[in-house]
Nanobody
Framework: QEQPMESGGDSVESGGSLKLTCVAS????????LGWFRQGPGKEREAVGS???????TYAESVAGRFTISQDNYKNMMSLQMNNLKIEDTATYFC??????????????????????WGKGTLVAVSS
């Protein structure tokens, strides 16, 4: 199993956009849950969003309407398009993958516990 790998983190001004990518090439299960998480400075890790093998997506309330998750199954790749970025979006963003279950939702308290493999993160810094 290869560790998922994130990329695309950068510095951006408030109101700007950024796209993150996660490659999870080593995960072979047909029933999967892919997730994005983030941890800001001095904050606990929080869920951002999810996408599963059905193509269904969920989002945390704080990012709904601004962030969009998509996937390219052929490339085992997931993307996080972030628009209208706010200073409070500043964080290290992590992707994770696990075998699908009913916990596969950014609104579920069990969301992170269902993940089996985690990336090392990519930093997003939003300035005014």
């Amino acid at each position: 199993q290869e560790q998922p790998m994130e990329s695309g983190g950068d510095s951006v001004e408030s109101g700007g956009s950024l796209k993150l990518t996660c490659v999870a090439s080593g995960f072979t299960s047909n029933n999967y849950c892919l997730g994005w998480f983030r941890q800001g400075p001095g904050k606990e890790r929080e869920a951002v969003g999810s996408i599963d093998h059905f193509g269904s997506t969920t989002y945390a309330e704080s990012v709904a309407g601004r962030f969009t998750i998509s996937q390219d199954n052929y490339k085992n790749m997931m993307s996080l398009q972030m628009n209208n970025l706010k200073i409070e979006d500043t964080a290290t963003y992590f992707c994770a993958v696990g075998t699908w279950g009913s916990w596969c939702s950014a609104r579920s308290p069990k969301f992170s516990y269902g993940m089996n493999f985690w990336g090392k993160g990519t930093l997003v810094a939003v300035s005014s």
